[in-house]
């Protein structure tokens, strides 16, 4: 069974050559991040992901979380994993400064949950939720709520969770029926139950701080009605130490498909009168709170399908290495003999496809997810206004893009390395059924893919025009006669490609724009291909920017030579292979909505 290496010299190449750290150097608050800073940190992350968190990664599937009368136990080594993050600063490097944190960007967080995701996707998932619960109470909870809860926190010492989802309410928060109940004292009763809360009960840290969404007594009906609560699985005394503990447990946990490290929990609030909950904000804008964690949720979900693809292709590159079968239709090396009866299956060119698709998906989405956080960095802090309102507009632009195909990718990806296993793939005992199967909830939680889908070619792009859209097509175009200028046959193979994906990504943004205001249903039924044409198109734009820069160094005798000739080999296989299927994507959004209109509901 092969342990994790985070792939340092991608990440370190796209951070200095593609996101430009140094240009997140200079924004307000991050004068310390260094390339020099960042790379120590890299260094130490990869060295927790390979030595800590990826040796109990196959344990941990195996053993699962157990439920017993309430109490969780996660697997053996998870709670002391957890510590030695939490203790090591990982769990404040992006935090807020004035509660303890490092106050680190997300183009420095977001690298380092990518290695800890790879080595270990089910762990990742308690550190995911805590920081999307710090930034939801940092924008909008009170400073007593700040004080009282936010720096253990941020420390790690507590964790947090999100629970939105209700039996008769999934993706549909209207159907809340979680109530509140206001007291004297300024608190509320919480009562009702919520289902697939992540991390709800374990046994990391005494406290767990639960973000809860609840009806107010005589709110309006509907979304607008909803109001943000935090309510702790244990009281806080007056000197911050644990008090009693509140009336909300842990009446299940869910037998899922994955991620079995994870506990998937069934929460029910008030049985024996109410839990006691603080409101957050205003009453009844908890969705509109709610949505911050849940942004920032998606950001790091969608980078959940870089991990899993990077974990899924060390561990099928591994395989492809050493499994010996069948003779080769190429050459090989002079050591294996002038006709080799077999040879290991990387030399077979079906295979070298798969595993190169599995690259090129990985590398393109890693830097799509990089450059989205760099964005998401000049938007929160840049003193330019006008830089901060077009660097929000592409990360809202992005963000369903990022957390809908990069999922999808993660789970293809996932697949191939079964594939690639052959009959060895289906059965445990590889391990890389495991990947598979821990891919698959990433492209469901928040959010599914086609709700992502929707709000990409609804909100982001039908409601206004496609301007925003159409600026990113701009942008990206600017790349192809640099492609085609360079001195290198593969990036002019590759200019070629990526000018046909993007004449297709403008020609199915053009049709959305058209289309939305008379027929939104239209758009609708092609909106998962246009999230997907967005991602490959896109992708293809990192793609070929890093390998421009790649091509420069080599030409001028820097760097690691046999990296940036692969760089180059993995993005002209990316423009053969992948950007290719752009204009099935297109046809499919412009002429394929008739086909799923006409289609009735007695048909089925």
């Not at 549909?172 to 608190?187: C, E, H, M, N, Y």
Request: proline share 4%; net charge negative; hydrophobic share 40%.
């Amino acid at each position: 069974m092969s342990e994790y290496v985070a792939p340092l010299k991608d990440i370190t190449f796209l951070l200095k050559h593609v996101v430009g750290i140094e240009q997140i150097g200079r924004l307000p608050g991050c004068e310390e991040v260094t390339e020099d800073l960042v790379s120590a940190i890299m260094e130490e992350a990869g060295k927790l992901a390979t030595n800590v968190l990826s040796p109990i990664n196959r344990s941990g599937d195996k053993e699962g979380a157990k439920w017993n009368d309430g109490v969780v136990t996660t697997p053996a080594g998870f709670k002391d994993a957890y510590w030695q993050y939490a203790e090591g600063g990982w769990s404040a490097l992006s935090g807020p400064v004035e509660f303890g944190g490092q106050g680190l960007p997300h183009s420095v967080g977001i690298p380092v949950s990518e290695v800890i995701g790879s080595a270990n996707m089910a762990f990742k998932l308690c550190p995911l939720l805590t920081n999307g619960a710090v930034d939801a109470l940092m924008e909008h909870a009170s400073q007593e709520i700040k004080e009282k809860f936010l720096p253990k926190m941020v420390a790690g010492v507590w964790s947090g969770t999100m629970n939105l989802t209700e039996p008769q309410a999934g993706s549909d928060l209207a159907l809340v029926r979680s109530k509140a109940v206001p007291q004297a004292d300024g608190t509320y009763k919480i009562s009702g139950q919520k289902i697939f809360i992540t991390f709800g009960e374990h046994d990391y840290t005494e406290n767990i701080i639960h973000l809860v969404l609840a009806r107010i007594e005589g709110a309006p009906e509907g979304v607008k009605g909803i109001s943000l609560f935090v309510v702790p699985k244990n009281m806080v005394n007056a000197d911050g130490s644990v008090g009693a503990r509140n009336d909300v447990k842990c009446v299940s946990i869910e037998h899922k498909l994955g991620i079995h490290a994870s506990p998937t929990c069934v929460m029910v609030y008030g049985d024996a009168g109410g839990a006691t909950g603080y409101v957050v904000g205003e009453p009844n804008r908890g969705l509109e709170y709610m949505f911050v964690m849940m942004n920032a949720a998606r950001l790091g979900v969608g980078l959940e399908g870089v991990s899993i693809a990077e974990r899924a292709y060390q561990h099928a590159l591994v395989w492809a290495r050493e499994r010996v079968q069948g003779r080769p239709s190429t050459p090989v090396p002079a050591s294996f003999g002038e006709r080799p009866k077999s040879v290991p299956i990387i030399f077979h060119p079906d295979v070298k496809r798969m595993l190169l698709t599995m690259r090129a998906y990985a590398e393109a989405c890693r830097a799509l997810i990089y450059w989205t956080a760099s964005c998401l960095d000049i938007a929160e802090r840049s003193t330019n206004e006008t830089e901060k309102h077009m660097h929000q507009s592409l990360v809202d632009l992005m963000i369903p893009i990022v957390k809908g195909w990069t999922t999808e990718v993660g789970i293809d990806v996932a697949s191939l390395g079964v594939q690639i296993h052959g009959g060895m793939g289906y059965v445990e005992d590889t391990g890389a059924a495991q990947y598979y199967r821990d891919a698959r909830i990433s492209t469901i939680y928040e959010g599914t893919t086609g709700i992502q889908a929707n709000d990409l070619a609804g909100r982001k792009v039908g409601r206004e025009g496609g301007a925003t859209a159409f600026a990113f097509i701009k942008e990206m175009e600017k790349l192809v006669p640099m492609l085609e200028a360079a001195n290198d046959v593969n990036l002019k193979a590759f200019s070629k490609q990526f000018s046909n994906g993007l004449k297709e990504f403008k020609r199915a943004t053009e049709w959305i724009a058209l289309t939305f205001p008379t027929n939104q249903g239209a758009v609708n039924a092609g909106s998962v291909h246009y999230l997907k044409l967005a991602g490959t198109v896109s992708g293809g734009w990192m793609m070929g920017r890093a390998a421009l820069i790649a091509a420069k160094q080599l030409a001028a005798g820097e760097g690691d030579a046999d990296f940036l000739k692969a760089k180059i080999i993995t993005t002209r296989f990316y423009g053969d292979h992948i950007i290719t299927l752009s204009s099935g994507f297109a046809d499919a959004i412009v002429t394929g909505a008739d086909s799923v209109l006409q289609m009735e509901e007695a048909y089925f």
